[in-house]
Nanobody
Framework: QVQLVESGGGSVQAGGSLRISCAAS????????MAWFRQAPGKEREGVAS???????TFADFVKGRFTLSRDNEKNTMHLQMDSLKPEDSATYYC????????????????????WGQGTQVTVSS
């Protein structure tokens, strides 16, 4: 069964850090583009960052320089390190996978990712 499970969310004050993780049970995980999306109440889901099978990362402009992304293809995991957090980073963060491009990453748009986790809540207080 294909499954993505997020962990590590929580509450932190502005300027603080959090690390969230995604554990995947995917056929040929290493051939999937892995990504994080987020959704705040009343807003559309937006792409945060992605990492391809060659470990190349892409970040949305609003997190560049503050977030880092890594993956472990032996453990089928992905980690998002979030530093210098802002209140506007508060959202439910979703792990997503795309196998359509054989390990390469498509644009950070919901329609390109076919597998999703249930989400983990991140709350940043001012």
């Amino acid at each position: 069964q294909v499954q993505l499970v997020e962990s590590g969310g929580g509450s932190v004050q502005a300027g603080g850090s959090l690390r969230i993780s995604c554990a995947a049970s995917l056929f040929r995980y290493e051939n999937n583009c892995m990504a994080w999306f987020r959704q705040a109440p009343g807003k559309e889901r937006e792409g945060v960052a992605s990492i391809n099978s060659a470990f190349t990362t892409t970040f949305a402009d609003f997190v560049k320089g503050r977030f880092t992304l890594s993956r472990d293809n032996e453990k089928n995991t992905m980690h998002l390190q979030m530093d210098s957090l802002k209140p506007e980073d508060s959202a439910t963060y979703y792990c997503a996978a795309s196998s359509v491009f054989s390990g390469f990453c498509p644009p950070l748009e919901v329609r390109f990712f076919e597998t999703w986790g249930q989400g983990t809540q991140v709350t940043v207080s001012s």
